[in-house]
């Protein structure tokens, strides 16, 4: 089982509608969790940390599951520029061991 | 006022030869990194530095090898380019190495060996 795990996609939403993805991690010791994004070409940005009780930013939500061992990400009312990949990163504690996933790939169409 | 930059961001060269890239953060960070991402797009930390000190050190071969001659630079130097180091470098910072502390990316360094 890889340490973090993604579906890779590619999503293909219209514009407007409601994504989610989860993200699984292997290492229950893992103690913080990130949601990064990644435009084609560019270097990844951090989109959001994931705090225990679940958090909002704007049309974002990110939600954090120990039991189960994932995160999740929502966008609501998706935008065009939502389309990019979405990594989901994990950290278990020290530097080497944050842990990137291999992103979902997200296509908003018009 | 770019926050990590990088330098060159193409790099193209053939295979035996010697290359350097670069690496400044104006973040006031103590906490480097160079990561490498393949064409499968994951995301492979090599090295990171700690106020000037080697704290991570993956299994990289030899031929690549990291210098900080201070907390605000990391250059990677890798000697004997082969195809198969042909990927995007990025360099990264934190506030530390500890939980909790996001990174902070360059925008890479395409490198290309034919």
């Known amino acids: 089982r890889k340490e973090v795990e993604q579906d890779p996609g590619p999503f293909n939403v219209p514009e407007g509608a409601t994504v989610a993805f989860n993200c699984t991690y292997s290492n229950s010791a893992s103690q913080s969790f990130f949601w990064y994004r990644q435009d084609c070409r560019k270097e990844p940005k951090l989109l959001m940390s994931?705090?225990?009780s679940g958090n909002e930013d704007g049309r974002f939500t990110a939600q954090l599951n120990r039991a189960s061992q994932y995160i999740s990400l929502l966008i609501r009312d998706s935008k065009l520029s939502d389309s990019a990949t979405y990594l989901c990163?994990?950290?278990?504690?020290?530097?080497?061991?944050?842990?990137f996933g291999s992103g979902t790939r997200l296509s908003i169409r018009p | 006022d770019t926050a990590v930059s990088q330098t060159p961001k193409y790099l193209v060269t053939q295979m035996g030869n010697d290359k350097s890239i670069k690496c400044e953060q104006n973040?006031?960070?103590?906490?480097m990194y160079w990561y490498k991402q393949d064409s499968k797009k994951f995301l492979k930390i090599m090295f990171s530095?700690?106020?000037?000190?080697?704290?991570i050190n993956e299994t990289v071969p030899d031929r690549f090898s990291p210098k900080s001659p201070d907390k605000a630079h990391l250059n990677l130097h890798i000697n004997s380019l082969e195809l198969g180091d042909s990927a995007v470098y990025f360099c990264?910072?934190?506030?530390?190495?500890?939980?909790?502390?996001?990174?902070?990316f360059g925008n890479g360094t395409r490198l290309t060996v034919t």
């Open positions: 990264a910072s934190s506030t530390g190495p500890d939980v909790g502390s996001p990174l902070h």
């Open positions: 530095y700690n106020n000037k000190e080697l704290i």
């Open positions: 990163v994990v950290n278990g504690g020290s530097a080497s061991k944050i842990i």
């Open positions: 973040l006031g960070h103590d906490t």
């Open positions: 994931v705090y225990s």
